[in-house]
């Protein structure tokens, strides 16, 4: 059964530095998001991706961050300058359509320690 | 806006009895509810979810939930527990604008014991 990945599995990061968390969806799915959970609390939407360009994104989402679909295949979340906060685990997820009915499929989730 | 409330931060059940995790929910139009379940350093995972029609939907694992439009609820039950359903179980709405992002509620955890 297709699922999506995410690599790396942990990243540990000295504050201010960039980091990139990589994930690569379901093969024909067209919509992508990113979403955090921060430790305790309940997961939050970052942004969606569709037909290479931010449909939505949340507050949190601010100068800091950016994604991309490089090759067609891998989607990624960039951190610019990483803080204390920015601490989580970050879920990617795809779907195949857009509708209101349909499910997004979620990967194992990258957890992101800042120190 | 739409929101869900899980109002139970942990269900104990004994192996065997049924069990319910509870999941309330507050849009405006039609609601599109999600649960979702997760394991000890995994991913989110599907379960099941309600769009229309019947109001008991069954999914994966042996879950099901029964959406109730008066009581604005959407609970997920399994007749007979199992020790491997110990798990942080998430309910979730698709918000109707936009891009559809889930809206997820806190989360419940499930701990079923021997």
């Known amino acids: 059964e297709p699922e999506v990945t995410q690599t790396p599995s942990h990243q540990v990061t000295q504050m201010g530095q960039e980091v990139i968390l990589r994930c690569v969806p379901i093969?024909?799915?067209?919509?992508f998001y990113w979403y955090r959970q921060i430790l305790g609390q309940k997961v939050e939407f970052l942004v969606s991706?569709?037909?290479?360009?931010?449909?939505?994104k949340s507050e949190i989402f601010d100068d800091q961050f950016s994604v991309e679909r490089p090759d067609g295949s891998n989607f990624t979340l960039k951190i610019r300058s990483t803080k204390l906060e920015d601490s989580a685990m970050y879920f990617c997820?795809?779907?195949?359509?857009?509708?209101?009915?349909?499910?997004?499929?979620f990967g194992p989730g990258t957890r992101l320690t800042v120190l | 806006a739409q929101s869900v409330a899980q109002p139970e931060d942990q269900v104990n059940v004994a192996e065997g009895n049924p069990l319910t995790v509870k999941c309330t929910y507050s849009?405006?139009?039609?609601?599109?509810l999600f649960w979702y379940v997760q394991y000890p350093n995994r991913g989110l995972q599907f379960l099941l979810k309600?769009?229309?029609?019947?109001?008991l939907v069954k999914g994966s694992y042996g879950f099901e939930a029964e959406f109730n439009k008066s009581q604005t609820s959407f609970h997920l039950k399994k007749p007979s527990a199992l020790v491997s359903d110990s798990a942080l179980y998430f309910c979730?709405?698709?918000?109707?604008?936009?891009?559809?992002?889930?809206?997820f509620g806190t989360g419940t955890r499930l701990l079923v014991s021997p």
């Open positions: 309600y769009i229309t029609g019947d109001n």
């Open positions: 093969s024909n799915h067209l919509y």
């Open positions: 849009v405006s139009g039609n609601p599109y």
């Open positions: 991706f569709y037909n290479n360009e931010i449909s939505e």
């Open positions: 997820a795809s779907s195949a359509l857009r509708g209101e009915t349909d499910t997004q499929y």
């Open positions: 979730a709405v698709r918000d109707s604008t936009g891009f559809q992002k889930l809206v």
